[in-house]
T-cell receptor
């Protein structure tokens, strides 16, 4: 039973470029959440997807967008990259009915470096 | 404002010693509290999850306590091992959201 997987592992981009990060949820999970974790900080909630719709959103600009596919996998897109977007991007999966996130699992993350 | 404060920010202990990490929160309403272990550059892994009615929960050498009245929690690590070196993050579940602390970075030295 595969856990949450993310790709790529590491990524280096230049300011102004666009990036797409990918996430496959744990088998049986239908909800995907994305987090940004700057160095030395706790994860910050970006948004959550369920039934291919963005259901909740944190305090992030419109440059951050996402998508969820019918197989529940998800993408995070960031446009017009800034140096401050450099961070570890974490994907977490859960079941829609699990409002307490009792069974939320995190992926290994994608390390994005913007130069 | 919903906040989760952790202390200390960092901690260095010798292998085999015990330690206790603290978490204070002002989050409301409260659904659950969990402690995560995060190795450098990796995703967080859940250690324990506690609801309002639970005071103590153990997972091997990790024991978490919760005082919902004072809104404080602690994570006690017994007989530390080198592999315990990681960041430990306190997280509050509230109304379908998770609110993260900044974590305590633990270094276990031989």
């Amino acid at each position: 039973d595969a856990g949450v997987t993310q790709s790529p592992t590491h990524l280096i981009k230049t300011r102004g470029q666009q990036v797409t990060l990918r996430c496959s949820p744990k088998s049986g999970h239908d909800t995907v959440s994305w987090y940004q974790q700057a160095l030395g900080q706790g994860p910050q909630f970006i948004f959550q997807y369920y039934e291919e719709e963005e259901r909740q959103r944190g305090n992030f600009p419109d440059r951050f967008s996402g998508h969820q596919f019918p197989n529940y996998s998800s993408e995070l897109n960031v446009n017009a990259l800034l140096l401050g977007d450099s961070a570890l991007y974490l994907c977490a999966s859960s079941l829609e009915g699990d409002r307490g996130f009792y069974e939320q699992y995190f992926g290994p993350g994608t390390r994005l470096t913007v130069t | 404002k919903n906040q989760v404060e952790q202390s200390p920010q960092s901690l260095i202990i010798l292998e085999g010693k015990n330690c206790t990490l603290q978490c204070n929160y002002t989050v409301s309403p409260f659904s659950n509290l969990r402690w995560y272990k995060q190795d450098t550059g990796r995703g967080p892994v859940s250690l324990t999850i506690m609801t309002f009615s639970e005071n103590t929960k153990s997972n091997g050498r990790y024991t978490a306590t919760l005082d919902a009245d004072t809104k404080q929690s602690s994570l006690h690590i017994t007989a530390s091992q080198l592999s315990d070196s990681a960041s430990y993050i306190c997280v509050i579940g509230s109304q379908g959201n998770l609110i993260f602390g900044k974590g305590t970075k633990l270094s276990v030295k031989p």
